[in-house]
DNA sequence: TGACAACGATTCGCAACACGAACTAATTTG
DNA sequence: CAAATTAGTTCGTGTTGCGAATCGTTGTCA
């Protein structure tokens, strides 16, 4: 197959996999009575206390996006706003007890959806698929460093 | 490695990779004028007419949404519905010719982003990637058809 | 040390987008 | 031929997104 054929099939697998993923997420936050949108911030925020700035670029919005997709999830209490110590500019947001217990369902939920997809794959398919896409990822990093 | 880190690694690279390709998307619509909803329909539709419940199911829509979607798109003179000639329900959406001309652009524009991400990997990877990918949205499939 | 630039986040206006119930017209089914 | 189902729209409601403008705070520089 020719090279440009290879990675025509590349971009479709890609689009179409992207699809499927946001598929999951629009289910399992149905599930979580959560918007897609609020599933992948509870997701992002399990990982711990987050500032805004830096929230709104993983999750690819403008602040002012943010800041209303904040202000609907704390709504809920599910999250909330604490002030940075060091830059009074500066707030992080976190996961409040119920917003964990929401945030832990919905990331294991969404994770052993997407595992499932993989499970198909043999093992050493897998380790090289996400080897490949982890590499593909780095390398879209280094081209679009600040 | 053990399975589960391995499948975990996919579920957060599947992730990582759907949210890039969303920003290709969102990047790509906003050079066409177009958002990236709108960018996302014109693409499908370069591959010819489509009824509205198909289109809802390729882009996980309700039809409520749908209705609008193409209803923006339409006013902007970038598709037209065509009436079916064998059920009178149903119609297709087409592009317009110049609606095939912003999906043409947007479509190659797309796949030029998404390949030049590919283009570090070496091709006996993207090789497989793509055949891996390929082969576990099919075993998708297979889990959901009806 | 003070003026200015830059940063972090919010407000505001506007439009796009999403779901789901209810509806109409058309087709399929028994 | 009536009932069930399908294709698509309307409607109400809420979410989501962008970008300009704004305010408070921090960093930089002459």
Do not use: Y
């Not at 052993?112 to 390398?139: T, W």
């Amino acid at each position: 197959m020719s090279e440009n054929a290879q990675e025509t099939r590349i971009a479709d697998a890609l689009i179409q996999v992207t699809r499927l993923v946001e598929r999951v997420f629009a289910e399992v936050g149905r599930h979580c009575e959560l918007t897609p949108q609020q599933a992948q911030l509870l997701c992002l925020l399990t990982d711990g206390p987050i500032g805004m700035t830096d929230l709104s670029r993983l999750l690819n919005l403008e602040k002012s996006s943010l800041t209303g997709l904040v202000d609907r999830v704390e709504r809920r209490g599910l999250v909330a706003r604490h002030r940075d110590t060091c830059d009074r500019r500066a707030w992080h947001v976190a996961l409040t007890e119920e917003g964990q217990r929401a945030g832990a369902e919905t990331h294991d939920l969404v994770n052993a959806r997407l595992e499932a997809l993989a499970e198909d794959l043999p093992a050493s398919d897998r380790d090289q698929v996400a080897a490949a896409l982890v590499h593909l990822l780095a390398a879209h990093r280094r081209t679009t460093a600040d």
